[in-house]
């Protein structure tokens, strides 16, 4: 069973590759002077930190390629945990970078998180890394799930990882 799901997967990512090369012929989708415009969802039981349990999120970030494959992003998020016993907005700013055309991509955020509990407000300071892969659904839009670890300076009660997906659009 491993090994025909291992086989798929590798089928899966060839195909895509090659789609990923046949939408974007007139050249690199990651060129200077692009603009980027992405909204996404984190979702229940996909982030993972010591001061939450249930989480749910959603967040919008934009973008400029200043060089190419070499994006200047701005972030905002909103999320929910605990059924709202937990509410956090972010603001930050960094930078991703993705490998030629085939859509992978890391990136590094310096965000601001304003968090409010049922009686207490905590205002910190927590740097993100991420990963993930831009998969063009056609010429312009992608869907880009991401894996990230952001990092509290604050505790390490409030540092987590987890998985976001998101649908963004190049123009």
């Known amino acids: 069973m491993k090994k025909l799901m291992m086989t798929f997967a590798a ?9 990923q ?26 982030t993972y930190s010591k ?3 249930f989480n749910i999120g959603i967040g919008g ?3 400029y390629l200043f060089i190419d494959n070499l994006m200047g992003l701005g972030v905002v998020d909103f999320q929910s945990q605990n ?4 509410q956090t907005v972010e603001l930050g700013a960094g930078a991703r970078y993705y490998f030629d055309q085939v859509g992978i991509f890391v990136g ?34 992608t869907l880009e799930p991401e894996a990230y670890y952001k990092h509290s300076f604050k505790s390490s009660d409030y540092s987590g990882f987890g998985l976001r997906i998101g649908l963004g659009i190049y123009f």
């Open 11 to 19: 089928l899966l990512m060839a195909v895509s590759m090659n789609a």
């Open 21 to 46: 090369k046949y939408l974007n012929d007139s050249g690199t989708p990651f060129e200077q002077e692009k603009m980027y415009v992405s909204a996404a969802v984190t979702a229940a039981s996909l």
């Open 51 to 53: 001061s939450t349990d």
């Open 61 to 63: 970030k934009v973008g």
């Open 83 to 86: 059924n709202g016993d937990y």
């Open 108 to 141: 590094a955020l310096a965000k601001y998180a304003h968090m409010k509990y049922i009686d207490e407000t905590v205002d910190d300071f927590q740097p993100e890394v991420h990963a993930g892969y831009a998969f063009f659904l056609g010429r312009h839009i």
